[in-house]
């Protein structure tokens, strides 16, 4: 497995970057992020994986990602919020920007 980092970005940690996984490697995705297959296949959680498929992960969740063939992921790594709360309460009426 390699790992390409594009960048870091916040106290957060929002992220991006590439793996590249082998055939027959098994990669453990973590924390609250979205993986992109861009090519390759594998499988996970017993699901396929194939081009375009995407993964996520949420908060404290781990995902097993085995490949089948070389597979290239693209990792978006997603803030994590769970310890912001809720500013109060809104009136749930919302308008789309124009």
């Not at 929002?14 to 609250?32: C, D, S, V, Y």
């Not at 085995?66 to 809720?86: F, K, V």
Request: proline content about 2%; glycine content about 10%.
């Amino acid at each position: 497995m390699s790992e390409k980092l594009f960048g870091v970005w916040t106290e957060r940690r929002t992220q991006a970057g590439l793996f590249k996984l082998a055939k027959g490697a098994r990669f453990e995705a973590w924390a609250t992020a979205v993986y992109l297959v861009l090519s390759g296949a594998g499988a996970c959680a017993g699901n396929p994986l194939k081009q375009y498929t995407t993964v996520y992960v949420e908060v404290n969740e781990r995902a097993t990602i085995e490949a089948s063939e070389e597979t290239l992921l693209l990792h978006y790594g997603l803030p994590d919020l769970s310890d912001i709360e809720a500013a109060g309460q809104t009136s749930g009426t919302l308008q789309a920007a124009e």
